[in-house]
């Protein structure tokens, strides 16, 4: 089946450890996104990947890292840096048209104790 | 000011009624307007998706967008419980594909 696919589903994490949040799509789609959500808030982006080896800023990246060597995979590490790391967290992807629909994968829980 | 205004509910109605759901905005560059529908701890789901002004009808659902008023809207007609779930507006402007979430509407249909 087509679709977006993120592991792990929960993750727990120590302060201060770096974890990374793996997100794969077999959609074929050009871009790629994570977005994270705090209870009963809407979604706010972190990184974004229009094309391989190639990404930008989000509105909340401080904290965060990606990678995108690859057309299908567009992993997220959130660093020890980031003070506030708990959340779910959203990885999606589209193709580049403008207008064109995003698609969301079922998400990450991370909690960090 | 956020860019996207929701109201964060809960809006709570009898089964069989309309859901009326709306989102305000301030930027009128947005040209593409999307609802999503998220089930707890779920990912969201595109339900409706709209480009410009004017409205558009699937089934049970019509979206509205006013762009002179910059205002979106969302109608749910003979409402199901399972319809119960997290609604969120989301736009874009005409390139580039960065969504602005509004924050959700919790919607509640009771048996």
């Known amino acids: 089946d087509g679709g977006i696919t993120q592991s792990p589903k929960y993750l727990f994490r120590k302060e201060g450890q770096n974890v990374t949040l793996s997100c794969e799509q077999n959609?074929?789609?050009?871009?790629m996104y994570w977005y994270r959500q705090d209870p009963g808030q809407g979604l706010r982006l972190i990184y974004y990947?229009?094309?391989?080896?190639?990404?930008q800023k989000g509105d909340i990246a401080e904290g965060y890292s990606v990678s995108r060597e690859k057309k299908e995979s567009f992993p997220l590490t959130v660093t020890s840096a980031q003070k506030n790391p708990t959340a779910f967290y959203l990885c999606?992807?589209?193709?580049?048209?403008?207008?064109?629909?995003?698609?969301f994968g079922e998400g990450s829980w991370l909690t960090v104790v | 000011q956020k860019e996207v205004e929701q109201d964060p509910g809960p809006l709570s109605v009898p089964e069989g009624a309309i859901v009326s759901l709306n989102c305000t905005y301030s930027?009128?560059?947005?040209?593409?307007f999307m609802w999503y529908r998220q089930y707890s701890r779920k990912g969201p789901e595109l339900l409706m998706y709209?480009?410009?002004?004017g409205n558009k009808e699937d089934g049970r659902f019509t979206a509205q967008v006013d762009k002179s008023s910059k205002y979106i809207s969302l109608f749910i007609r003979d409402s199901q419980p399972s319809d119960s779930a997290t609604y969120l507006c989301?736009?874009?402007?005409?390139?580039?594909?960065?969504?602005?979430f509004g924050g959700g509407t919790r919607v509640l249909v009771k048996p």
């Open positions: 999606a992807s589209s193709q580049t048209d403008p207008g064109n629909t995003i698609y």
């Open positions: 959609l074929n789609h050009d871009a």
């Open positions: 990947s229009q094309i391989v080896n190639d990404f």
């Open positions: 930027n009128s560059a947005f040209q593409y």
């Open positions: 709209t480009y410009s002004s």
């Open positions: 989301a736009m874009a402007k005409a390139a580039g594909n960065k969504l602005t």
